[in-house]
């Protein structure tokens, strides 16, 4: 055989070699054309992971919403088996009381209170690939004054994974302020959008004590990840214009809020990829609220 019909036999193999990864086959079958796509690209969060959303301060005997999030980004599926708030690393008991229910946890029974220090919930929930699990419970502070360390925990697969929050309790009624998406007044931590699609989001400013309201001349900050672009100032009652520089917006609440919410929404065009993303929320707030929110952003292509 030619050198030359050899070489280019060789192109041709190598090439072919070069599209498989991407198709699992294209062919002609009378007038129909298939193709079927093997291989997805993911962006976004690539470990797996728990975050949480939590209110700081707690003001004595108050209930209010413990949130978090189970990240699995893998292509497996992941099994829970606990979720724990844990503040063991404290000397004295912190926690007071937990309600559940629907509507006011998840899941919605068999959590316990043990020693003032840990609140958890031994469950089994299986969370499939490149998606998450939100939870949530009431907690209630025990009437002290101390500046404390909650661990969020998730076990999963055998495996505990966990990270910690810093917050503080009153003894005395203050407002209890807690973060979440949605228009209220359920507890949401996770959200989804479209790839390549321009989405409105809403956060929400909760006080969950009904002993003291939050103040106006609070500041919302949001921190989107950088592969959301178009980032645009929607508003809503209760809400100054905001300023957006970057990836960051900063807005203050201009009414006061008490065992209601206040709603933000802003719009911005998803990433053109699918994946978990990482939204940040917090709230300096007067007298003395700091709450802390990690939410999750679902982006997957149009059904």
């Given amino acids: 055989m030619p050198r030359r019909i050899v070489l280019k036999i060789a192109v041709l193999v190598i090439g072919v070699l070069l599209v498989l990864p991407v198709y699992a086959f294209?062919?002609?079958?009378?007038t129909h054309k298939v193709s079927q796509k093997i291989v997805?690209?993911?962006?976004?969060?690539?470990?797996?992971?728990?975050?949480?959303?939590?209110?700081n301060e707690m003001g004595g005997n108050q209930l209010g919403i413990f949130g978090g999030v189970f990240w699995n980004p893998t292509d497996f599926i992941y099994q829970i088996t606990r979720i724990e708030f844990d503040a063991s690393s404290e000397k004295t008991q912190v926690f007071g009381d937990i309600s559940q229910g629907s509507g006011i946890s998840y899941p919605v029974s068999g959590w316990r209170l043990a020693g003032g220090k840990r609140v958890f919930?031994?469950?089994?929930?299986?969370?499939?690939?490149?998606?998450?699990?939100?939870?949530y419970v009431k907690i209630a502070g025990n009437s002290i004054v101390a500046n404390f360390q909650i661990d969020v925990k998730v076990t999963a697969n055998e495996t505990v994974y966990h990270q910690p929050y810093e917050t503080s309790q009153s003894s005395e009624d203050v407002p209890l302020s807690l973060l979440w998406l949605g228009t209220g007044p359920l507890p949401?931590?996770?959200?989804?959008?479209?790839?390549?699609?321009?989405?409105?989001?809403?956060?929400?400013?909760?006080?969950?004590?009904n002993a003291t309201a939050i103040d106006a001349n609070g500041k919302l900050t949001i921190q989107l990840p950088p592969e959301f672009t178009n980032i645009q100032d929607i508003g809503g009652t209760g809400w100054n214009a905001a300023t957006i520089i970057g990836n960051v917006i900063e807005v203050a609440n201009t009414l006061s809020v008490r065992e209601s919410y206040l709603t933000y929404a802003f719009k911005t065009t998803?990433?053109?990829?699918?994946?978990?993303?990482?939204?940040?929320?917090?709230?300096?707030?007067?007298?003395?609220?700091?709450?802390?929110?990690?939410?999750?952003v679902l982006v997957a292509d149009a059904v």
Avoid at 45 to 50: A, G, P
Avoid at 277 to 289: I, L
């Fill in 40 to 55: 997805n690209v993911f962006k976004g969060v690539e470990t797996v992971q728990v975050t949480g959303s939590i209110p």
């Fill in 188 to 209: 949401q931590f996770s959200t989804s959008a479209t790839t390549g699609r321009e989405t409105t989001f809403y956060i929400s400013l909760q006080e969950d004590s």
């Fill in 121 to 135: 919930v031994p469950t089994v929930i299986n969370v499939q690939p490149h998606s998450v699990q939100e939870f």
């Fill in 270 to 296: 998803a990433p053109n990829y699918e994946g978990l993303y990482f939204c940040n929320a917090s709230f300096s707030g007067v007298p003395n609220e700091h709450p802390i929110a990690n939410f999750s």
């Fill in 26 to 30: 294209v062919y002609s079958q009378g």
